[in-house]
């Protein structure tokens, strides 16, 4: 890293870096919890993991929006030595850090099949909808401002996450072409013009 420059991950990056493994998790959880009558019976589990997806989906995306948008409207420009992280470095930081913690979300999912079937990972699964759905709402966010957003690598948590936590003073913001990931933190899939 050049002196004086800082390590910088793309916002969007980080937070749709947990929707995926979620997502996936949950499907599973909860297409092994089906299999299980359960205390409830399958019908009940169900329905009662619709109404859990849905709401866990909602929760998710709107949590901590103030903050985003407080932390976004303070941007300041990302200086000529700062160095952009690639989406894939910080795509398997998150998921090293949390891994055990996903590991125990999806057992927990699994256990919970016993008494309400596939309600445990529909949960899990609406937790992923809801981090995707929060990088496309940042995603149209950087589209409007025509700026990218980025946080300090050393001001996320040890785990790779947080990207509006405590530590956070203020984003970073460059134009829209740069790094190698378009706006809400998806991969690019043309190549950007500069």
Known sequence: MARGGQG???VAVVVRSGAAPLWWLGVL???IGVLVPGLTGRRIGVLAGAALF???????????RGRYTALARSAARAGKHDVLQDRSVSARNWRRGHRWWLLLAFVAALGSAFAVPAAGGMLLAGCGAGLRLKAAWLGRR?????????VRV???????GRPAGKAVKVYRSTGIAAGDAA????RRRTAALV
Do not use: K, Q
């Open 142 to 150: 950087e589209r409007a401002e025509n700026a990218l957003l980025w």
């Open 54 to 64: 849905i709401v866990a989906a909602v929760v998710v995306s709107y949590a901590r």
């Open 8 to 10: 910088l991950a793309r």
């Open 154 to 160: 050393d001001w996320l948590d040890r785990r790779g």
């Open 183 to 186: 706006p809400g933190g998806a």
């Open 29 to 31: 959880a909860a297409g």
